[in-house]
């Protein structure tokens, strides 16, 4: 998978324009907030803010961090998607535990060589299982999603149904 097809998949996910109060990002276009908007020279009103600048944010700031393109191919969206959601160090890291090597979030001659030797498919499953491991143990939400969602769940605030499609029996009794 390369950067056009990986943006395109992802972008699907991250939707239009959205201001909520209670979001401590504030204004928000194309999963872009608009701190991180005014970070990489954009001036102007999220509404306006144009896709094109948004994924020229994405490339850099994530595809680009993780190396994506130095990844096995299986591998990569994953990677992507990870480096959007909690960062590219913490995307770095469990790619490096799925390949076996140190995860100092450092991409070096150690983790490429690891990464060329390593079945993309059997990366992905140990990628995806790390990460889902962390995101069952730090699944805070910081607004509900609709009334009858929380309804179903212990603890308001709190995402449960999601995570119990990917998490363990041992993450479930922890949520």
């Given at each position: 998978m390369n950067?056009?097809?990986?943006f395109?998949?992802?972008i699907?996910?991250?939707?239009g324009?959205v201001d909520?109060?209670k979001?401590?990002?504030?204004?928000?276009?194309?999963g872009?907030?608009?701190?991180?908007?005014r970070?990489h020279?954009?001036?102007?009103h999220?509404?306006?803010?144009?896709?094109?600048?948004?994924?020229?944010?994405?490339?850099?700031?994530?595809?680009?961090a993780?190396?994506?393109?130095d990844?096995?191919?299986?591998?990569?969206f994953?990677l992507?998607?990870?480096?959007?959601?909690?960062?590219?160090l913490q995307?770095?890291?469990w790619?490096?535990?799925?390949?076996?090597?140190?995860?100092?979030?450092?991409?070096g001659p150690?983790?490429l060589?690891?990464l060329?030797?390593?079945?993309?498919?059997?990366?992905?499953?140990?990628?995806n299982?790390h990460?889902?491991?962390?995101?069952?143990?730090?699944?805070l939400t910081?607004?509900?999603?609709s009334d009858?969602f929380?309804?179903?769940?212990r603890?308001?605030?709190?995402?449960?149904?999601?995570?119990?499609?990917?998490?363990s029996?041992?993450?479930?009794s922890?949520?």
């Amino acid at each position: 998978m390369n950067f056009d097809t990986a943006f395109e998949r992802l972008i699907g996910h991250e939707g239009g324009y959205v201001d909520h109060p209670k979001d401590p990002g504030g204004a928000t276009r194309f999963g872009v907030t608009v701190h991180v908007a005014r970070a990489h020279g954009y001036t102007g009103h999220m509404r306006d803010f144009p896709l094109d600048f948004a994924k020229q944010i994405y490339r850099k700031t994530y595809w680009d961090a993780v190396r994506a393109d130095d990844c096995p191919a299986a591998l990569r969206f994953d990677l992507f998607d990870a480096a959007v959601n909690s960062g590219p160090l913490q995307a770095i890291k469990w790619m490096q535990r799925a390949v076996g090597v140190t995860d100092d979030g450092k991409i070096g001659p150690k983790t490429l060589l690891a990464l060329k030797m390593t079945d993309g498919a059997a990366a992905v499953a140990k990628f995806n299982g790390h990460s889902r491991a962390m995101a069952a143990g730090s699944a805070l939400t910081w607004y509900s999603v609709s009334d009858s969602f929380l309804s179903n769940s212990r603890r308001p605030g709190r995402f449960r149904m999601p995570l119990m499609a990917t998490a363990s029996c041992n993450e479930r009794s922890r949520l």
